[in-house]
């Protein structure tokens, strides 16, 4: 999305909706007693160069004891994040970007930001397209851009990533650069069944 659209301070209804969904990744431990994420992960090269995998497999329960809150957690709560309201032409949409707060360090492995969109009847987290890192030193030099988009569904009441899509361009000129796509679609069902 464009970094440059007109923000502003968070409305009453941008707020309720932020809170609501808050709540709901809040019970994400009790939404996945039991449910297992099955899917899988396809890489793409688009240019002349990069990997050329197979398609990996996704079985990984959610309720084991080293699983964590979902990633998407801080962004909507944690104080180290600024956030603003953008605009939309959709009655039923909020548009939210959150960015990391400048005053805070940028040695951390949590996203500097991202633009989230979500309903506002029933209030639901749809989608987040996650700000590129900061690179510095001679990363900058060969890394045009990474775009990384998640979608979310619904499940017993909580959103979850049902797909999420990161590519890479490095620069270069047309095919002679790595463009590499991945994509990762996730269905979420009990552990005991089986696909």
Not at 128 to 136: C, K, R, T
Not at 155 to 160: R, T
């Amino acid at each position: 999305m464009n970094q440059s659209e007109v923000t502003q301070p968070l409305g009453s209804t941008a707020q309720r909706v932020l809170a609501e969904v808050v709540a709901q990744l809040e019970r994400y431990g009790e939404a996945v007693q039991g449910l297992c994420a099955r899917g899988e992960v396809r890489h793409t090269k688009h240019g002349k160069w990069g990997p050329d995998e197979q398609p990996e497999q996704i079985d990984e329960r959610l309720d084991t004891p080293e699983a964590e809150q979902p990633d998407i957690l801080p962004l909507l709560a944690d104080p180290a994040y600024d956030r603003e309201e953008l605009p939309t032409s959709h009655p039923n949409e909020v548009r939210i970007r959150a960015t990391r707060s400048s005053v805070q360090s940028s040695e951390t492995d949590e996203p500097p930001g991202a633009d989230l969109m979500f309903t506002k009847e029933p209030p639901r987290l749809v989608q987040a397209m996650l700000h590129p890192p900061a690179f510095s030193g001679i990363a900058r030099l060969f890394v045009d851009v990474i775009e990384t988009e998640v979608l979310f569904g619904y499940i017993n009441g909580v959103p979850l990533p049902v797909k999420t899509r990161m590519r890479m361009r490095s620069k270069g000129v047309g095919r002679f650069r790595v463009d590499q796509e991945t994509v990762a679609t996730v269905r979420f069902e009990p552990c005991s069944s089986h696909s």
